[in-house]
């Protein structure tokens, strides 16, 4: 049950979103266990964000949730892949993105919980 949300402070053309979309769709199979299937993404462009004080370059802010566990290595390789998706499709340098992993021991769906 994985969910990435994506924050940006520039526009996300709907053709880059949705290039994005099924490229973290592959990708998220990095993490054990985890596969599109079961994968929820959200996006927001034109946020307003601040790195180191300033709003003047394309910045990321991206959440991983998950249900249950997974290791450093993979969100090592994670991050990795999701700092290249974002430079790829919306010019966005690495080293301007943030990637936050939070790790859920309850999980709702379908009207009860994992």
């Known amino acids: 049950m994985p969910y990435i949300s994506t924050k940006t402070n520039i526009a996300i ?3 880059k979103e949705i290039k994005i979309k099924e490229r973290l769709g592959k990708a998220i199979s990095i993490l054990p266990g ?4 079961w994968l929820m993404l959200s996006f927001e462009g034109d946020s307003s964000l601040y790195f180191q004080g300033k709003s003047d ?3 990321a802010f991206v959440e991983v949730k998950l249900f249950g566990k997974s290791g450093g290595e993979a969100y090592d390789k994670l991050t990795s892949e999701i700092s290249k998706i974002l430079k790829e499709e919306l010019s966005i340098d690495p080293g301007q993105i943030y990637v936050k ?14």
């Open 13 to 15: 053309p709907k053709e």
């Open 34 to 37: 985890k596969s599109e299937n």
């Open 57 to 59: 370059k394309p910045i």
């Open 101 to 114: 992993y939070e790790e859920v021991s309850y999980w709702g769906f379908n009207g009860s919980n994992f």
